[in-house]
Structures are given as C-alpha cells and as structure tokens.
C-alpha cells in the first residue's frame, strides 16, 4: 500500500470563502484570456472555467479602465476574483476600491517600497490577500545581476525581498509562487522557499506551452512537488484557451490521488490483439461523461489481457471482445453490449447510479 502524501504544513490564507493552504484541498486557479474592459466576454469565459471546476479567477488588470470593470465582473461571478497587477500600483489601489478579492503584485515590476506599502495597507484595511508573485521573466535587474540569471536563489531572494516589505507593515496575509519557464529552476525555487516559510505556495510553470509540450512540462513542474507535499493551489499555464488548464490541474492532482473531480479514464494503447474501435469509444465516453463531477474510476480496455483486472480497480469498466464489449460495476460485469452501443450503455450506467445516489 502505499502512504498517501504528507502535505507541508501551511498558514492558512483566507480568500473570501475559500481556505488556501493549513491542509485544505488543493485549490484550482486559471485566469481569464479575454479583454478585461470587455465584461461580457469575461464572465462568459469565467462562467466556462467555474462550470469546469476552476475555484479562484485571475483577470488582467492593463489599465485604469480595466480595473474599473473589476465591480461588475465579480458581481455577475461566483467564485473569488484575482487582480492581476503589473507596473502600476495604483491599478492595485483602484482593484482594492472595486472590490476584488485577492491581488496578485509581481515583485519584478513595482519595485519602489512605498508603492508597495500603500497596497500593503489598503489589502490589510479590506482583509484581502496578496500574492507575491514572482516570474523568471521578470526579476529585478539588480537580481539578475547579483545572481547571474533567473536561478532559484535569484527567485527566492525576489519573494522574500518584497515579503519583508508587507510583514514590515504587519501584513501576513500573504501566498507565494515563483513561476518559471526552466521546470527544474521552478521546482527548486519551491522547494527552497517552502523551508522558509510558512506561508502557502501557489505552483505554477510560467509559460508552460502549449498542446502536449505544455501538458508534460506543467504536470513535470507541479507534479514532482506536489508529491513531495509542497503546494496549496496551482495553475497551468497553457497556451490559448484556458479551459484545458483546469482539466488538467484535476488530472495531475487525481493522478497522484490528492484531488479529483469528475471521471478519471483508464485506457489502453490498443494493439494487434484489439478486436474493437476503443479510440472512437474513449472519444464518445469522455464526450458523454464530461458533465459528471462526483470522483470516478472508469476503465476502457481493448481486451481481456488487462481489463477484467483494470476494471476490478475501477468504479465502471469496460472491455472489448470481437465486436462487442462487457460492462463492469465494482469489478463485476453487469452487461454485454454491441461495440456500436458501449459508450452510450456505460454513460447511461452511470448516469442512472448517480441519479439513484443524489434522488
Ligand atoms: S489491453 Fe489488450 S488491446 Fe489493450 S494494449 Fe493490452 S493487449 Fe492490447
């Protein structure tokens, strides 16, 4: 058997209604790729990513217009909203007055300490968090200088730089990520930081990519520490839309058992012994299955070599003979279907337990 993950113990971060770190689930960020001054467009989007599980929204903040906007996006959403605050502290100021409910400051680019004090003190007289958040792309000259590049040290230097600045202010209300492009420069950068401090780390790979590059270097960079305990939320930064990015964030805390959210697929490569189209199956069951959000197991196997043991470990299963398929629940089979109709006989199995359950 093996021991579940021991979490790094964490402060707790409050925002609005959703604990960050002190041993809470593992929260879900994504933000938002439209223009923020277009309201309209940006709820949609953010209604899309919450439907899809995403607990906590960042918005870019470009100007005073769009920070202007702030008010009326958090009014027509339901889950907290996060400034994003580059150069220009007072779009900070003006995020705060609209009402957001956690700012994002990158360290990088507002540099001046009574800037920086200002927001301190109006985030502490809203009780609003702030991030600290630090990116390879952006470290301070002198940083860059003193350490000859974006190394993990010249990382960690950045946070703890501008953490002394708001705990100077008596501010603790603070979540920490150091985001960067190099995954091995990022996931040194957290581990350094989180021997530390106690605040809570938010991960992220900056820049991750896109398509299967992006995938395999967010769940590398999040992955490997998540399972060394380290982490309280996450973002995959992935080129384009962002809805995979919350699919995936699921996907890696699932495959390491510490979260899940909806059906996790087990499925083969298929080969020469296959007698069914699995690949068209697997397509029509995750099509099916995408709107159930209570955690399941299901395993879509080619043939008999691994699947009746696949779906002995999974919640459903299924597992393809010549030209038909046999259904599984809790390891026993429960049905035998023509291959045209598998995907469909195992949704509307499922469809029907979950409504048994939740009637
Ligand atoms: S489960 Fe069967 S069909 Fe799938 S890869 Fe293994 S041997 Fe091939």
Not at 253 to 274: E, H, M, N
Request: net charge negative; charged share 20%.
């Amino acid at each position: 058997m093996i021991a579940a993950i021991q979490r790094r113990s964490s402060q707790g971060v409050q925002v609005r209604d959703l604990l960050i770190g002190a041993g809470a689930p593992i929260i879900v960020q994504s933000m938002t790729t439209t223009d923020t001054r277009d309201v309209d467009k940006t709820v949609a989007q953010i209604e899309r990513l919450e439907k899809a599980g995403c607990e906590l929204i960042r918005v870019a903040v470009l100007n005073l217009d769009a920070a202007r906007c702030l008010s009326q996006i958090k009014a027509r959403i339901g889950i907290p909203l996060v400034a994003d605050i580059h150069f220009d502290y007072r779009l900070a100021l003006e995020a705060i007055r609209q009402g957001v409910d956690k700012l994002r400051l990158n360290p990088g680019n507002i540099t001046q300490q009574a800037k920086i004090e200002q927001v301190t003190q109006a985030a502490q007289a809203t009780g609003i968090p702030i991030r600290v958040g630090v990116n390879s792309g952006s470290l301070a000259k002198d940083i860059l200088i003193k350490y000859e590049g974006a190394t993990p040290e010249a990382m960690v230097e950045s946070a703890l730089r501008e953490i002394e600045i708001l705990e100077g202010q008596n501010f603790r209300n603070i979540i920490i990520s150091l985001k960067s492009t190099d995954v091995r420069v990022m996931i040194e950068s957290y581990r350094l930081i989180a021997a530390q401090v106690k605040y809570p780390l938010h991960l992220g790979v900056t820049e991750a990519g896109s398509g299967a590059t992006g995938v395999a270097r967010s769940a590398l960079g999040i992955g490997t520490l998540l399972e060394e305990g380290i982490g309280d939320t996450l973002r995959c930064s992935l080129t384009g839309d962002p809805l995979p990015e919350v699919k995936l964030a699921y996907d890696i805390l699932g495959a390491l058992g510490l979260r899940w959210r909806g059906v996790q697929f087990v499925s083969c490569p298929t080969c020469g012994r296959i007698g069914i189209g699995l690949e068209r199956i697997v397509a029509q069951a995750q099509e099916l299955l995408a709107e159930v959000e209570t955690p399941l197991k299901v395993s879509l196997i080619g043939c008999v070599v691994n699947g009746i043991g696949e779906a002995g470990h999974a919640d459903y299963g299924l597992v393809g003979h010549n030209g038909f398929v046999v259904l599984y629940r809790g390891g026993q089979a429960v049905a035998r279907v023509a291959e045209a109709e598998a995907a469909g006989a195992l949704a509307q199995l499922i469809k029907e337990d979950e409504s048994t359950v939740t009637s």
